[in-house]
């Protein structure tokens, strides 16, 4: 049977409405009754007097759970790069944000898929009772990490006003009403890295929870309403999609049996290679990233993300030596005094770099150049000559950290502590919390130090907005377009090249020329005609 290009888009067309239907379907009967009733159970009648103890239950059934998110990422906060053969991770890495997690253990932990993991210099706890189930399958919304108890919940909530007041959290309830994972349990801690709702990544916040169609499209409920978990898929407890090794560009295209690589973590997972009807667009796919186009701007949803930290100015107190808090006309802090100076964004354009999916990190143990201020805490990889590489969109976090000005290094800076006055965030003395926190973590110090500028890229892959808000050929294909500061290849309506242009001319020229010559010759033609 002979096909025709028309008929092939046709049926491709039609596979993908009906993959994107079925996965809607799913998203639908997420809600559905599980085919087991968690509140029957005999184990999880309770009463518990902690987490680990509703995980000793949970194992009861679940006997391999433990072993298999031990195993991962989000357990091991740990992340050997195959490319660059960095360790990284959180961990290892140092950010633009609170900066390390060494000597802040009890609170930067709250974020760990675990109990009691107090002392970064230890690899994870080895307790299979350690792990954290309900933080991930909590259907009530009502388990909420403690912000500085190293990974246990908030046990017993204390009245603000009446501190006689207090309510205990009712584990055995929680316990009997576990089910999948949802958007909610993700975001627990996804949508609020950095230290606050959207701070880090910008396409990353509660907004996501409730999002109309024209904020996202496929988390909103009148859009495909999908779960992270539709995307990032997972097997024995390992997520997929990975910001320290990015399938920056996936020719494997639709994720189908014995074609896979069992992740839907990409765009073309689902939507395939050439998504569109026109084949020009499809032409674009190659070198440019859909989020480029789909993702015009980001902090879309109402909340603002934080795009400047300078941790310089933290330590400054009031005429009464107090600690500061000042907002800015947004109401978005604009200083604390135990963090510095904010700035904040919305509805933000991407800065646009080329990505081949690798980045190579600034660790706490490699000498820096402050001189070359900023400094790239993680360094994209990519070029217009590597074929591996897309056009993506970046976050682009900046701000001012500390360094050794001896040994020109970034510095481990002890923010956190609830036993002793060493803490930045305690006595406001940088000297002191400098000398802490590189002591426990065994970095050299030398005791001077400085700020240095940094900057760090955030891929952006969320708030994918509707087609018909997606950019226009003249957002980029323009002189100030936005691919303006990519100038390692040439782009039609952006670049000139004289002799091109010269040559383009002389054709248009000669086209109108040779439009006029054969006007006038059939001018005469006919004239000669009329004359027989």
């Known amino acids: 049977m002979q096909f025709t290009p028309q008929t092939l888009r046709q049926m491709v ?44 239950a949970c194992l009861s059934c679940h006997t391999e759970a433990s072993k298999q998110l031990q195993k991962t990422t989000h357990w091991t906060l740990e ?21 390390t997690v060494a000597s802040n253990e009890p ?100 907004s996501l929870l409730t999002a109309p169609r024209s904020l996202d499209v496929h988390m909103s409920k009148d859009g495909a ?46 939507h395939g290679s050439a998504p569109h009807a026109k084949p020009k667009l499809n032409q674009h796919v190659a070198q ?62 991407p800065e646009y770099r080329w990505f081949d999916g690798v980045s190579r990190y600034v660790l706490r143990e490699e000498q820096i150049d402050a001189t070359q201020a900023p400094l790239d805490l993680n360094q994209i990889n990519g070029s217009h000559a590597n074929p591996d590489s897309r056009i993506w969109p970046f976050k682009i976090m900046a701000g001012k950290q500390p360094y050794d000005t001896v040994h020109k290094h970034l510095l481990v800076n002890h923010v956190y502590s609830p036993d002793d006055d060493t803490a930045l965030w305690t006595n406001f003395d940088w000297a002191k919390s400098l000398q802490a926190g590189t002591d426990y973590a065994g970095q050299e110090y030398s005791g001077e130090f400085d700020f240095v500028e940094t900057r760090m890229h955030w891929p952006i892959a969320h708030m994918v907005a509707p087609a018909a808000d997606a950019l226009a050929c003249g957002s980029c294909h323009a002189r100030d377009g936005r691919l303006a500061a990519l100038t390692d290849f040439y782009m039609p309506g952006r670049d000139r090249n004289i002799w091109l242009d010269r040559t383009g001319w002389a054709i248009v020229l000669l086209t109108l020329l040779g439009v006029l010559a054969h006007a006038a010759g059939r001018i005469i033609a006919s004239h000669r005609r009329k004359n027989q």
């Open 13 to 56: 067309t039609a596979i993908m409405v009906l993959m994107l239907t079925s996965m809607s379907v799913m998203a639908v009967e997420r809600t559905s009754p599980s085919t087991a009733d968690h509140s029957q159970f005999k184990a999880l009648q309770g009463p518990f007097q902690s987490g680990p103890e509703v995980t000793a």
């Open 225 to 270: 309403n999908f779960a992270c978990a539709d995307c990032h898929t997972t097997s024995a407890h390992s997520v997929t999609g990975s910001r320290y090794l990015t399938n920056a560009r996936d020719t494997m295209g639709v994720d189908v049996p014995s074609h896979t690589d069992n992740t839907r973590a990409s765009c073309e997972s689902c």
């Open 288 to 349: 440019v990233a859909c989020q480029t186009c789909h993702i015009p701007e980001f902090a879309r949803g109402g909340v603002a993300t934080k795009t400047w930290w300078d941790w310089s100015t933290a330590g400054q107190l009031d005429k009464d030596g107090k600690p500061q808090t000042i907002r800015d006309e947004d109401g978005n802090l604009a200083y604390l005094s135990t963090k510095g100076t904010f700035r904040h964004g919305e509805n933000v354009v």
């Open 79 to 99: 992340y050997p790069h195959p490319e660059t053969g960095q360790m990284l991770g959180k961990r290892h890495v140092i950010n633009s944000f609170c900066g």
């Open 107 to 206: 609170f930067c932990t709250s974020c760990h898929t675990g109990y009691g993991w107090d002392d970064m210099r230890q690899p994870a706890p080895t307790s299979e009772t350690a792990v954290d189930c309900l933080i991930c399958h909590d259907t009530t919304g009502g388990y909420k990490k403690s912000p500085t108890g190293a990974g246990h919940p908030i046990y017993e909530y204390v009245d603000p006003v009446d501190k006689s007041i207090t309510r205990k959290t009712d584990l055995s309830h929680i316990a009997k009403s576990i089910g999948a994972t949802s958007s909610q349990n993700c975001g627990s801690c996804h949508f609020y890295g950095g230290g606050g709702d959207g701070v880090k990544h910008g396409d990353l916040d509660s």
